[in-house]
């Protein structure tokens, strides 16, 4: 069955989809004719706005386009949007926003105790890998995704926790929490190992784990979501077997799958960047490194 008979709104949502160039809009208003609203500015790079446009194109995408109306039928295409929306949007929002707009945002009297707080390197992987998991658990998911204000609250706040997790590998702020050198590839090596049990319970379940995407009642009710009520009430739909001949529990291994692959790609291009960075460092300071080294040494041996 053709998913255009959801609608051009569950299709392609327009109305977020003017939002996204709302914001877009907006950000090459301030970066452009607003700077005296901000200190120590300068020039908005070209890497910043393709960072920017590219993650403002990719929330639409994830979360506008046909493949929100596919999350809620596939659970494979739930986990592509999610390893998407909380893998690579938020890098590229950190990198694509002016430092001297962060730093005006995050040094507000509220924002910054909370924001300093919650961007203290563990406890940004704790907490974003705990609210991962636990949107995973069965009865969490099928609850959120059977309601519109439980869906929208908890997903804001996953991608929250998933940009504080980002925060300290990718700001480039003075006086903020930065995780440096190779302990880069430690922190990202830690995150990808803390959301791997919830990926491994859902590849290795012995059945279905999710009545949003088995039962056709609940499939129905979580579809109100994406798709409006009058939409659906002229429709004589049973459930996501309809739209796919994938059985269901190879629907959901192909999901964790999915997540660990994407995760795995982002992740390693990432670790490859940062060694490099590392590696040139190293090497662009290789004299004064020796020196410190020598430094010490003989400190060390006079005070023996």
């Keep these: 069955m053709p998913l255009s008979i959801f609608g051009f709104q569950a299709l392609w949502s327009p109305f977020f989809l003017l939002l996204t160039l709302v914001v877009i809009g907006l950000y090459f208003y301030i970066t452009s004719k607003k700077q005296h609203w901000f200190e120590e500015t300068q020039p908005v790079t070209k890497k910043e706005i393709t960072a920017f446009v590219s993650a403002m194109l990719l929330l639409y995408a994830v979360k506008g386009s046909p493949i929100d109306l596919m999350s809620h039928i596939l659970f494979s295409m739930h986990m592509t949007q999610m390893a998407l929306l909380l893998m690579l949007v938020p890098p590229l929002l950190i990198v694509g926003i002016p430092t ?31 609210l991962f998991s636990i949107y995973h658990i069965p ?6 995704k059977q309601n519109e204000l439980y869906h929208s ?17 990718m700001n480039k702020l003075k ?71 994938m059985p269901v529990m190879e629907d959901q291994q192909l999901g964790g799958v999915i997540m660990k692959i994407i995760q795995e790609i ?19 300071n290789a004299e004064e490194i020796t020196q410190k080294a020598l430094q010490d040494r003989q400190a060390y041996a006079a005070n023996k």
């Design 153 to 169: 609250v908890f997903n804001l706040f996953l991608f929250i926790s998933a940009v504080l997790l980002w925060w300290p590998i």
């Design 266 to 284: 982002i992740y390693g291009v990432i670790l490859a960047i940062v060694f490099f960075q590392w590696y040139r460092s190293e090497q662009d």
């Design 100 to 130: 001297w707009v962060w730093h005006k945002i995050i040094n507000n009297r509220f924002i910054k105790p909370i924001f300093r707080f919650l961007t203290k390197p563990l406890l940004a992987l704790i907490v974003f890998s705990g």
């Design 139 to 144: 009865l969490i998911l099928d609850n959120i």
């Design 175 to 245: 006086g903020e929490h930065q995780v440096h050198g190779l302990s880069k590839i430690g922190y990202i090596i830690g995150s990808a190992i803390l959301i791997t049990p919830a990926c491994a319970l859902i590849i290795f379940a012995s059945q279905p784990m999710y009545a949003t995407y088995s039962n056709g009642d609940a499939w129905l009710k979580a579809m109100e979501l994406c798709v409006p009520t009058s939409t659906l009430s002229g429709l004589t739909l049973s459930g996501p077997e309809l739209f796919t001949n």
